[in-house]
């Protein structure tokens, strides 16, 4: 059904308009304005006319709807501008209190309107209808109803931008908005597994700031974080999830796009997202979709109920339903992500053959081992089959590799050393075709929202209820150095075995009798079969409040709890106990890690694998259970003419809110160190009895904050005092004071000017400052132990000065909080212009342009040195003959005079402060009443001007040594300015075109990411390869019919990315960056709503 027929068959609704308050008898006073009204809609000609003139309009809603008006231009009187308007809308005038005009439908035997007359009953429900008031409150002020001016830099993305972009999550919502920076919270990242938030999350992170920066607000109050937290940065963050909120009955999303702590919360560093629900809507709507992406398998699905009534006590009730299912989109189906090898794609270029690009793993079935002591060195006849102790599998095929036993059963043999090299690298294993790029879905959402009038007092209540159930998959694991696990020497399958075993190679030295034991270097029982993982999510919000109205002060208040919980579970995970014991077994039973993997292809599969029951003794399933919680209480009170300065009103809020935040990690026993792994054959306990996880403490936190803050809304000039080139000069003071129970105390300001030159040109600027305490992982964590791939430069071009090239290995590192750590602190500043041109006719539509630079300065900013930094700031040291105490080493070996890294040690810091700048750009523009339609157009760009982060003292003694020659091949990116590299694009944009003439209707939306370079892949002269600006475009048509048996649907056809864009490539496993790009592809989709009330 169209919005017009929608409107018509809905009950009387009342509209405000909050605009600034004039004394005097209103209409009667007859003051004088400059009016820029284009003809059109009924509706929006009232609400333009209430903010030019600077009133509080109330009217029928419905009554208005569907009218059109004709333009009213030029300076004119209140009375004479409003007249014209409601005249055309079938409105008059009910009553005026020199504050609020009140507007009623013109008596039923003069009215224009075919509408039916409603029943005495309905006319008494319309009667009561007319005196609910639906506020516009836009983010950026507590004071209701005070007048709305356009000094802060707010970005409001409608219902006509969200039905534009597509969107079906909140994810794909929020990543149209140029200002949202990337998504770390995503399915293409590959790191963390059970310790990375998977699932149906997507992450908000305004300016790129780093996740954690943003404030999310749902209708207006704080949104509970998600449960599970994973490193950006290497370090611990938290995100409010987008996917939890309930597309289908979004209103409209806000975003404060400067630091607003002084007046929602100190942690809003990059600014506020408010998103607020439809919970006016009257009706009963009901919508289907369908949709796939083009050539693949993955389908989806989605069904919304979205109902809303007053009852006969005058009760409004709202109801938001949805429920989103798709199924898997496996990387195998995008011939990009299709293999972890991308080298055939820079063919060509500078970068081919480049093994930046090559993400294949070293732990394959082509195992690695290294024998214990790994001073041994073991020979068949004359030929050395280990090198300090190492050898791998080898298929006898690979002759560029070569063997250095006699051939094997099977095809293979024994080569000295580990998988490195060109030779050995076909060796690698390909983890892609086990991995989803996107996961299968079914999400839910529920929400409710209740009203009811006890005279001067309005109760209220929300409750929400979000569930989703996710599943995905993945690689096998591979043993990491965190916990080594090592074959025993009467291990059935034991080439090194006793003399007594069948399986011990012929001819050996080196070998006792007994045999020898060995510790697996680099191997992947991928025989096994991936793992696979399914992530439940709940959550849960109730809210109940009071507002109303006291002697002109505007009062609410609410309790608000929230909690949220999400359990990842991960199938056909092995125990590292249980694996070492099958290994270990003395008979045929036994796990043969020794028979290598495909010979077809040898980074795929294992073509000879171990028997179903062997393998079953060590398979398991893992859990990780995490909750967060939030409560909430807060009381404000808001008056928009607390007294009267020449230039109008002044208005004032204040409040305060007390809440409590909670964070529970619980780790299955065989992470958090309850049940460990014991290696049988060293002797040494680790915490983590999984293999490929680290272990990981369990963690149970919370923290009170009580907060207080108070704001003004001064106009300091008016239209009326008629300055010259000053048109209106108003401002906004701003303070916060919140108290932790964790940290202290601070006080924020803020402060902002609005200055109206005239002509419809308008200065803006603000400076306010914002506080953010450590987030709960980062402070209370007791230490989480992980594992990287990294280089040991020190070992490998000390022990070996003539090294050319430095092999790379697994590395323990324990990342632990500190409670020592003091909160990011920043300083913001913005300023811009707001331009109306009052020279185009209201015939030629309204445009608005608006430019706004902004400045965030911060310091102490939350990181971490890193595993890498650590090394080279070791290896520097070691030049001059000393040590970096962080990371610590095993003795040394033989000549060797650097022993192997045990581990490293890393705590969370403060670092050095970070400056960050950029300017955004917007375009709005409206056309009404032509005679091709009524068109509306939005562009919105952001650009970044600077990103720098300073470096800590020790990354300043990295980049001076690297840049005088001391650490070759070293490139320190961590600091310094971080404009287009990795997920720092100097340009993103999005613009959205709509058009509507009659039951038709379509509309574009056009997203563009500017480029970015790969710092994972640098040439010798210090170039990174570049990933190309992307830019997709949406489209939809629809057609709503007004008679008929489908009166009152809609049926729409859309499709996103209609160009088939893959995103570029990177050197990322997946072969592009997740975070900015998606691979979805060109995806078609059809939708059908029908309005039945």
């Keep these: 059904m169209s919005d017009r027929r929608g409107r018509r068959v809905r009950g009387f609704l009342m509209t405000s308009v909050a605009a600034a308050v004039l004394a005097g008898p209103a209409l009667a006073e007859d003051a004088r304005h400059s009016f820029n009204i284009p003809a059109g809609d009924a509706v929006a000609a009232l609400q333009t006319f209430a903010r030019q003139s600077g009133r509080q309009v109330l009217f029928p809603f419905e009554a208005a709807s569907g009218k059109r008006t004709p333009a009213v231009a030029g300076t004119l009187s209140d009375g004479e501008a409003l007249t014209r308007l409601a005249r055309a809308a079938g409105l008059v005038v009910q009553s005026d209190d020199g504050k609020t005009v009140t507007l009623r439908s013109v008596p039923a035997e003069t009215a224009p309107s075919p509408l039916p007359q409603p029943s005495s009953a309905g006319a008494r429900a319309i009667e009561e209808e007319a005196q609910v008031v639906d506020t516009l409150v836009v983010v950026g002020s507590q004071i209701e109803g005070a007048k709305r001016t356009a000094a802060l830099p707010v970005t409001v993305i409608g219902e006509k931008e969200i039905l534009a972009t597509g969107a079906v999550s909140g994810d794909e919502l929020f990543r149209a908005i140029p200002q949202a920076g990337d998504v770390q919270f995503q399915e293409a990242r590959t790191t963390g597994n059970l310790n990375d938030a998977r699932g149906d999350v997507a992450s908000l992170n305004l300016r790129s700031l780093g996740t954690g920066n943003t404030l999310a607000l749902l209708n207006g109050r704080r949104a509970v974080l998600a449960p599970g937290s994973q490193t950006e940065n290497l370090v611990p963050v938290q995100t409010v999830n987008t996917n939890a909120f309930p597309v289908a009955g979004i209103k409209r999303v806000e975003v404060l796009r400067d630091g607003a702590a002084a007046i929602y919360g100190a942690d809003a560093v990059a600014g506020v997202v408010n998103v607020v629900l439809d919970t006016r809507f009257r009706g009963l709507r009901m919508e289907a979709q369908a949709g796939g992406s083009e050539g693949t398998g993955y389908r989806e699905g989605t069904v919304n109920v979205k109902a809303g009534t007053r009852l006969a006590d005058g009760t409004r009730l709202t109801l938001f339903g949805g429920y989103t299912a798709h199924g898997r989109l496996m990387a195998s189906e995008r011939a990009y992500a299709a293999s972890e090898d991308h080298r055939a ?97 079914e999400r839910f959402n529920l929400f409710s929202t209740v009203e009811h009038d006890f005279g001067a007092v309005t109760a209220y209540g929300e409750a929400g209820y979000y569930h989703a159930l996710f599943s995905g998959s993945r690689e096998q694991s591979a043993p990491i150095s965190s916990a080594p696990i090592s074959i025993a020497a009467n291990a059935y399958w034991n080439p090194f075995g006793p003399a007594t075993s069948p399986n011990r190679l012929a001819n050996l030295s080196g070998v006792p009798a007994s045999g020898l034991a060995m510790t697996i270097t680099n191997y992947r029982p991928v025989d096994a079969g991936p793992r696979t993982y399914t992530v439940t999510d709940d959550s849960y919000r109730l809210l109940g409040g009071l507002k109303g109205d006291w002697s002109g002060w505007k009062w609410d208040s609410a309790l608000l709890y929230s909690t949220a919980r999400t359990k990842d579970m991960t199938h056909n995970a092995i125990s590292n106990t249980l694996f070492q014991q099958a290994l270990n077994r003395t008979d045929a039973s036994a796990y043969n890690p020794f028979n290598g993997g495909g010979l077809d292809n040898y980074s795929l599969g294992d073509a000879t694998p171990n028997g179903r029951d062997t393998i079953n003794s060590f398979l398991i399933n893992v859990y990780r259970v995490s909750e967060t919680s939030l409560a909430l209480a807060d009381f404000k009170i808001s008056r928009k003419d607390l007294f009267r300065l020449p230039g109008g009103d002044v208005g004032v809020a204040a409040g305060v809110e007390w809440r409590r935040e909670t964070y529970d990690d619980n780790r299955d026993k065989r992470l958090d160190g309850t049940i460990k792994y014991t290696n049988t054959v060293t002797g040494v306990t680790y915490d983590t009895d999984v293999m490929g996880a680290s272990a990981a403490p369990d963690v149970a936190a919370h923290r009170q904050v009580a907060s207080a803050f ?148 911060e310091k102490n900013v939350i990181g971490i040195l890193g595993g890498g930094n650590q090394i080279y700031y070791d290896w520097l040291l070691r030049q001059s003959g000393s040590f970096n105490p962080n990371v610590v080493r095993d003795a040394p070996v033989g000549t060797n005079t650097v022993g192997a890294i045990a581990y490293i040690n890393d705590t969370y810091a403060n670092l050095q402060p970070r400056v960050v700048q950029g300017v955004d750009f917007s375009l709005g523009y409206d056309l009404d009443g032509t005679r091709w339609g009524d068109f509306s157009l939005d562009v919105n760009v952001a650009k970044l001007l600077k990103f720098d982060q300073a470096p800590s003292p020790i990354e300043r003694l990295l980049i001076e040594a690297a840049a005088a020659g001391k650490l070759p091949g070293v490139s320190i990116v961590s600091s310094g300015n971080q404009i287009k590299l990795g997920g720092f694009p100097e340009f993103r944009g999005g613009a959205s075109l709509t058009w509507r003439q009659g039951g038709w209707g379509a509309g574009a939306f056009v997203n563009y990411v500017g480029e970015v370079f790969d710092t994972g892949s640098t040439l010798i002269d210090g170039r990174y390869w570049k990933l190309n600006a992307w830019t997709t475009v949406n489209l939809y048509g629809q057609y709503a019919f007004d008679d008929g048996r489908l009166a009152g649907s809609t049926v729409r056809l859309g499709v996103r990315n209609v160009g088939d864009k893959d995103p570029p490539l990177s050197a990322s496993n997946f072969g592009y960056y997740g975070s900015l790009h998606n691979a979805t592809g060109r995806y078609w989709y059809v939708n059908f709503s029908k309005r039945f009330i």
């Design 345 to 441: 794609a820079t063919v060509g270029t500078p970068w081919e053959g480049d093994t930046a690009f090559d993400n294949r793993s070293t732990s394959s079935p082509w195992g690695a081992f290294t024998v214990i002591p790994a001073s041994t060195t073991v020979r068949q006849g004359a030929s050395a089959l280990t090198t300090s102790g190492v050898f791998h599998v080898e298929p006898t095929s690979n002759t560029a590799a070569g063997c250095s036993s006699a051939p094997l059963a099977g095809d293979l043999c024994l080569k000295a050393g580990v998988i490195t090299g060109a030779a050995d690298r076909p060796l690698r294993y390909d983890e892609n075709p086990d991995r989803t790029l996107k996961g299968g879905l």
């Design 710 to 857: 108070f704001e003004l809304a001064v106009p300091v000039i008016s239209p009326e005092m008629r300055i010259p080139f000053v048109e209106e000069v108003s401002l906004q003071i701003a303070a916060r004071d919140e108290r932790y129970s964790d940290f202290g105390n601070v006080l924020k300001p803020k402060g902002a000017i609005y200055w109206k030159v005239g002509r419809g040109f308008a200065l803006r600027g603000s400076v306010s400052q914002s506080f953010r305490a450590p987030n709960l992982p980062q402070f209370y964590s007791d230490g989480s132990t992980v594992s990287n791939t990294r280089t040991d430069w020190a070992a490998c071009k000390i022990n070996n000065p003539a090294a050319t090239t430095c092999a790379s290995a697994s590395t323990l590192e324990v990342r632990s909080g500190n409670k020592t750590l003091q909160p990011e602190q920043a300083d913001n500043a913005t300023i811009g212009f707001v331009y109306q041109p009052s020279f185009i006719p209201a015939a030629l539509g309204k445009l608005t342009l608006t430019t706004d630079f902004w400045s965030i300065r």
